[in-house]
């Protein structure tokens, strides 16, 4: 038995002295005491811009956005329920309607937790003052095409319109939507007379704001 034990703790010398001669003891025997950490979950991350024209669609890139998650544009001092804008997320670059007036705002990413909204990640978010373009003839036949240009904020609801110049701002007519093309062929109105082209704004906190116009005379 002893010669047993004493042949066991000889070869086991020998190995550690083989080891050690290859200089490869130290690494083995730190690899033994290490002990790899747990991996981390990955955390969440948004990035998006910080200014942006008041109306004007935000585009938002996110990662790793939890189960259930959602984007909002609120005040920086309303609480985690309160909220201008709220969008589910159907994808990893989400796009949000931003608020029609200029401001400071805070794009936020939450999830609800025990029936409650919790605020996972910030970022703030200045609106600046918005503005539009309008271009078409001056004079266009009755029943005729009338070609239009109409570049502004370029919100989801936003629209170009040919009213009447006394018309209230939340009036119909025939109309397009920039968002889907900021070119279009608007049809004249029979009736001849002096019309008004408009871009109106359509945003939260600001519906049917008219950011600017242009004469056009039917004949």
């Known amino acids: 038995m002893a010669t047993g034990k004493s042949g066991a703790s000889i070869g086991a010398l020998s190995r550690r002295a083989l080891l050690i001669a290859a ?3 130290p690494a083995t025997a730190a690899a033994q005491k290490q002990q790899k950490p747990a991996p981390r979950p990955s955390q969440p991350s948004l990035s998006a811009a910080r200014s942006i024209m008041a109306g004007a669609p ?18 920086p001092d309303d609480p985690a329920d309160r909220a201008i804008v709220v969008v589910e997320l159907k994808n990893t670059v989400p796009n949000l309607p931003t608020p029609g007036v200029v401001g400071t705002y805070e794009l936020r990413l939450t999830v609800e937790k025990d029936g409650a909204a919790v605020i996972l990640l910030r970022q703030p ?24 240009r109409g570049i502004g904020p370029n919100g989801e609801q936003d629209r170009v319109m040919l009213v009447k110049p006394d018309a209230p701002a939340d009036a119909d007519g ?17 009736q001849p007379g002096v019309y008004e082209l408009r871009y109106v704004l359509h945003a939260p906190l600001a519906e049917h704001r008219i950011l600017a116009r242009r004469p056009v005379r039917i004949e």
């Open 23 to 25: 200089g490869l003891w």
């Open 58 to 75: 935000l585009s938002v890139l996110l990662s790793n956005a939890p189960q259930g998650a959602r984007l909002a544009i609120a005040r």
């Open 125 to 148: 978010l200045a609106t600046t003052e918005p503005s539009a373009t309008l271009a078409a003839p001056e004079r266009i036949s009755r029943g005729q095409g009338l070609p239009v």
């Open 174 to 190: 025939p109309r397009f939507f920039p968002a889907e093309n900021v070119e279009a062929m608007l049809e004249a109105p029979d």
